[in-house]
Structure formats: C-alpha cells, structure tokens
T-cell receptor
Framework: AQKITQTQPGMFVQEKEAVTLDCTYD???????LFWYKQPSSGEMIFLIY??????QNATEGRYSLNFQKARKSANLVISASQLGDSAMYFC????????????FGQGTELSVKP | NAGVTQTPKFQVLKTGQSMTLQCAQD?????MSWYRQDPGMGLRLIHY???????DQGEVPNGYNVSRSTTEDFPLRLLSAAPSQTSVYFC??????????????FGPGTRLTVL
C-alpha cells in the first residue's frame, strides 16, 4: 500500500491566487513527521515546510502553510499569492520514528503558475 | 557551510563499468542517505547510515554498495552499472539519526546515464 499519496499529477493556478496541493499518508506510528519539498526545473530538492505528528498548530513558513488533519491523515500544502517562480514539482514526504529515519516520498505534483 | 555536496554532477557509463558517486556534508550530521529519482516517480531510498561505521539498506539497494568511514562522507558505489540504474541520484543528510522531526537536506544531485 502507498504510504504517501499525491493524487494531483498536475495543477494550474493563476498568478497571485492561492493553491492547495493534496497529500494523504498512511502510518500506524504515533510519532512521525511530514515534509514538503519543492523541485524546480533545475533539479535540486528544496525543503519548504515541516509538520510533526504531535504539533497542534498547522505549520507556516512565509507563503507556505500546511493544512494538517491528523484524523483524516492528510497534510495538504497551501501556497498563498502564487508567483511565477512557484512553478515546480512538489513532493510530500513522511518520516516515521520507528523506521530508522527513512523519508518516504509521494509521486509529486507538478504546479504551473500562469501569468 | 557548503551544506551537502555531490560529485560529479553528470556521468555517462557503459554497461558493466563501476564508479563511485561522492557525497559530503559539513554540518556534522549523523544521518546520511542516498535516493534515486526516476521519471514520473518520487525519490526512493537506496541506502542510509545513522552514523560512522553503520549502514543499512533502503527500498532499492540492489546493485549499490555504501560505506561510512567518517561522519562527513557517504560514497555510493555502483559495482557493475546497468541501464536500469540510469537515474538522478540525491544524497541527503540530517542531524538526528532517527528523529522524525529532523529535516533532511539534499545535495544538488548526480545525473547518471548508463548506456
């Protein structure tokens, strides 16, 4: 079974609008972390935001926020006020405490921002 | 800090050749790992290390060897390259060996083609 599922292979958003990228996860661990990474066309993996399983508040980092719904096992990334430079692949990933620190990735969502 | 560095950036091999992908970090991170990224897929874990002298297999370890003689370096060896190993390889590191709360930082990647 997929541990991390990103159901949107591609998304379009108008510049300056907000967009939500979906991520659901599957774990029986109580302690885990959820991460979002951005991969622009240049290929590097850029860390965006992190949410711990015990964190009661949703994580925010500038224009990025993580909509964490623990009971539904979802960790959606919200990008506010999209910019052209946000066009990239976005990966959701999970790290479980009892799995030796391994990071498990979803298949990614390609976001295109239109001017 | 240079962060996580990888060499080479690009490499072309013939089937059956061997080579070593280099990875180094200057952040005194205990945890290091190697991933491969194939088209249309997220990253998959090849091998990882929770500290000097300790390594373990990830999801796709066949055809690869690793060693960790120092905290800073974590080379990945391809023993006899095959076309199926054509991929982009990322090295990553994080401070904590097992903590789910610890962000992993990625190197710039090595694009490997096996003919």
């Amino acid at each position: 079974a997929q541990k991390i599922t990103q159901t949107q292979p591609g998304m379009f958003v108008q510049e300056k609008e907000a967009v939500t990228l979906d991520c659901t996860y599957d774990t029986s661990d109580q302690s885990y972390g959820l991460f979002w990474y951005k991969q622009p066309s240049s290929g590097e993996m850029i860390f965006l935001i992190y949410q711990g399983s015990y964190d009661e508040q949703n994580a925010t980092e500038g224009r990025y926020s993580l909509n964490f719904q623990k009971a539904r096992k979802s960790a959606n990334l919200v990008i506010s006020a999209s910019q052209l430079g946000d066009s990239a692949m976005y990966f959701c990933a999970m790290r479980e405490d009892n799995q030796g620190g391994k990071l498990i990735f979803g298949q990614g969502t390609e976001l295109s921002v239109k001017p | 800090n240079a962060g996580v560095t990888q060499t080479p950036k690009f490499q072309v091999l013939k089937t059956g050749q061997s080579m070593t992908l280099q990875c180094a970090q200057d952040m005194n991170h205990e945890y290091m790992s190697w991933y491969r990224q194939d088209p249309g897929m997220g990253l998959r874990l090849i091998h990882y290390s929770v500290g000097a002298g300790i390594t373990d297999q990830g999801e796709v370890p066949n055809g690869y060897n690793v060693s960790r003689s120092t905290t800073e370096d974590f080379p990945l060896r391809l023993l006899s390259a095959a076309p199926s190993q054509t991929s982009v390889y990322f090295c990553a590191s994080s401070y904590s060996p097992t903590g789910s709360t610890d962000t992993q930082y990625f190197g710039p990647g090595t694009r490997l083609t096996v003919l």
